[in-house]
């Protein structure tokens, strides 16, 4: 597994960087991922330190939690102990939807394009209004079943995910709902 140990105007000594690699590797093995990187940034806010984990599993599934206190080894602990509760909650369902998975997860790249909320800043042009871009990005599309979807936009603690289906290769989004259900958009579904 790769380790990406970093801080935000913060040194992160090798001692720390021993601890962060031990601990995390064996919270992860204990519940048998298999994981294939695992960024972990120290940062600071006011009195207190920050750090967030983001590990990436084999079977597509991203698990991140963070962790603050006033000591930057506690701030890792609460962060890693988040990371475990995720893991042990989601284990049974992650090996039953893997179980018969045979290649990992594949992924495509998307352009990701962030738009200006203010209607102050839409440009009125020959073609009728345009929204101002505000960031230009690629991200990855990841080719999951719906409830790999589900687990993954769960496990990551987003709001929605869009993804490739693997049964028909359309791309499809699921979502939090309000009411507390998960929605599920698939645009093959709408042609009549």
Known sequence: MRYQISGKQIDVGDALSTHVETELGGTIEKYGQNP???????????????????????????AQAQGRATEIYAAFEAGRDKLEKQLRRYKRRLKDHHKGRAEPVTFETADLYVLSSDDEQWQAQESGPQP??????????????VGEAVMQME????????????????????YGRDDGNVGWIDPRNLKS
């Not at 294939?36 to 991203?62: K, M, N, P």
């Not at 496990?155 to 699921?174: D, I, Q, T």
């Open 36 to 62: 294939i990187d695992a960024t972990v940034t120290f940062s600071r806010s006011a009195h207190e330190y920050l750090c967030d984990t983001v590990v990436h599993l084999s079977t597509g599934l991203t």
């Open 132 to 145: 101002m871009i505000i960031a230009e990005m690629e991200t990855r599309v990841p080719t999951l079943s």
């Open 155 to 174: 496990l990551a603690g987003k709001p929605m995910l869009v993804f490739r289906n693997e049964k028909h290769g359309g791309v499809n989004v699921v």
